[in-house]
């Protein structure tokens, strides 16, 4: 049970980190701007 919390505690942390990295790279942004596109294409508009 202690190793299953140190585990999860270590993936949030890290995946905390990560997230915030690619939001200072201006990641969000991209990834806003390409599914934003993918949409527009399935329903037919772009």
Do not use: N, P, Q, W
């Not at 990560?18 to 934003?36: D, I, P």
């Amino acid at each position: 049970m202690k190793k299953t919390l140190i585990c999860t505690a270590l993936l949030l942390a890290l995946s905390g980190i990560l997230m915030s990295f690619g939001v200072r790279r201006g990641e969000a942004e991209t990834v806003y701007e390409k599914s934003t596109s993918i949409c527009l294409e399935c329903i037919g508009i772009g």
